[in-house]
Every structure is written in structure tokens, then in C-alpha cells.
């Protein structure tokens, strides 16, 4: 009877003890349960998108709206005016000659004999300058007035001069350059720091008897092109092959536009030289995109017909 007690009580004991850990058990699972359900629920909240009632992020302004800020625009500001009465064609050569060679030739008695030995009688070397697309342009626009920005030694003027003679054109032909070209000349005397390249390339035109339709004007384009405008002379035809980085290119182009007859053709060089993607090609694309005009490309040289918008 003792014994049944006994075992009875070990029973009980045994019985208590399996309760315990139960309920222990049963509340460590739920804590653990709760801190896994609250960690779900707030990675859940976390990652879930954004509330609708949030407003969309403001779109990225367009290329048109960066470059007419006022900052952009304060670093390329043109204050000359440009005449209201553009010059009839055949006043162009006597305004030049009036405003810049002080009303005579700059080809009277040229070569003068203290330059003579240091010139060739024809030194007309680079290229890219007598593409197809000279003859196309001129064949389309059958100019009166061109204006080349960048001549160096003549080569593209001179080509012009032999399509414009072969298709029976009477078309005068201005060709603004510093004449400095770039330092490092080999092959170009150069007298007291002074480069003969305007010299050398007037002895071209002479040797090819084009003086009569190819005048020099020897200044910056930034300079040049604004004074053409205040002058009033406007160009059927624009070439453009001055300096190749961005900001030149940019004010080349910007500049000559404004003394571009409505209608005419711009055109250029290099658009598609490595070089120059982040130069020429970029400043023309910016400037057909903020002037609605359409870009089109023959070889590497870009050309925009003002008579086709986009
Ligand atoms: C590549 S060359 C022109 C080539 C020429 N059309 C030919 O047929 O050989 C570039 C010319 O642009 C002129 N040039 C560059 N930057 C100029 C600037 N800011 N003002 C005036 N002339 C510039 C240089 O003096 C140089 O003669």
C-alpha cells in the first residue's frame, strides 16, 4: 500500500514535471512566433513600393531647356546688332574691300618683293577640303555669296572657285581666318613671330587667278562673323572649318548663322571624327535640335538646309 503510494507520487511528480516544460515550451514557441511574424511584417512594409499618394519625381529637363538657361546663355552673349538691310550681292566684295583693306586690293601689287622669296608660287596642301559634297551644295544653292570660316591655305576656297567656274556661277567667295593656324609650322616662313599663312594663301589665289572672286578676311571668327553681320552681308552658301572643340564650334556656328540668308545652307566638316564627339558633332546636334532644323550627313561633313525645317 506504502509502495503504491510511492509510485503514485513519483507519477504525479513525473506528470507536473512534463507539464512545466509543455507550457514552457509552448510559450517559448510563441514568443519566437511573434518575433519572426513582426520581423516579416516589417521587412514586408519595407520592401513594398512606394505609396500611391506619393508625388512622381519632376522628369529630367530637356537638352532645349538646359541650354537656354540663364547661365548658359551669359556665356555666349552677342551684343553687336546685325544691319536690318542686308547688302545686295554685288556690294559684298566693295564692302570689305571699303571696310577692312581701306578701299584697295589687298592683291595690288602682291607679292610685295621683301615677301617674294619666302612664298611658293603654289602651296595648297590639306585634306578633306574638295569633297562631293562642294559640288552638290553648290549645284542646289547656285550662290552668289559664300562665306568659308576657316581657310588656312585655301584648298576648299579653291576648290569652290573651280566648281562655281565650271558651272558658270558668277559667286563671290569670302574667307574668314586669323590666318595664325596653329603653332609648329615647318614649311611656313615665319618673319619676327609672324606666320606668312595669309601671304601664302593669297599667292594660292593669285596663282589660280581667282582674285576677282576670293577676298581674305583676315580676323577671328568670333570677331569677323559678328562685324560681316553689322555690316550686312548675308551668305547663301556657309562653310564652316574652324576650331574643332565645343565651345569654338558652338560660337562658329551660332555666330554664322545669324548672317546665313534665310533659306541658305550651312555645312561643315568632321562630324563624325572620333575627335569629335564631344566637339563639332555635339554643338551641331544642340544647335539643330534648339533651332528645329534637321541634320543631314554626306561622308564626315554635316549639312543643314535652313529651306527644310525638321
Ligand atoms: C582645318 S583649317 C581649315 C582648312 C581649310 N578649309 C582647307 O581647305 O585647307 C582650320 C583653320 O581655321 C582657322 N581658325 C581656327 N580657329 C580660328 C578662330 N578662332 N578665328 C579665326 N580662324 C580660326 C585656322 O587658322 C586654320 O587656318
Redesign the pocket.
Known sequence: MREDHRTQHLHNHQRNKLSIITTLFTRATAYVAVVLLSYAMGYLSHSSPPQPTQAPPPPPPSVFQLANLPTQLDNFRITAHCSNSPLPPHLVFPTILDRVFNGSSPYTNFPPPHLSPFLKKRRIK?SG?NGAVFEQLIKRVKPKVIV?V????????LHMVNVTRKLGLQTQILC???????PGFKDIKMINGDVL?LQQFMQNVVYFNATDSVLPVP????S?LEKLCEWGVTADLLEI???HDFI?AWGDINRAYRILRPGGVIFGHDYFTAADNRGIRRAVNLFAEMNNLKIQTDGHYWVIDTAFAK
Open positions: 590639306s577640303s568659308e576657316g581657310t588656312f591655305l585655301g584648298s576648299s576656297a574668314l581666318d586669323d590666318f595664325r593656324g596653329w599663312l580676323f577671328s571668327t568670333g569677323g572649318y574652324s576650331g569654338s
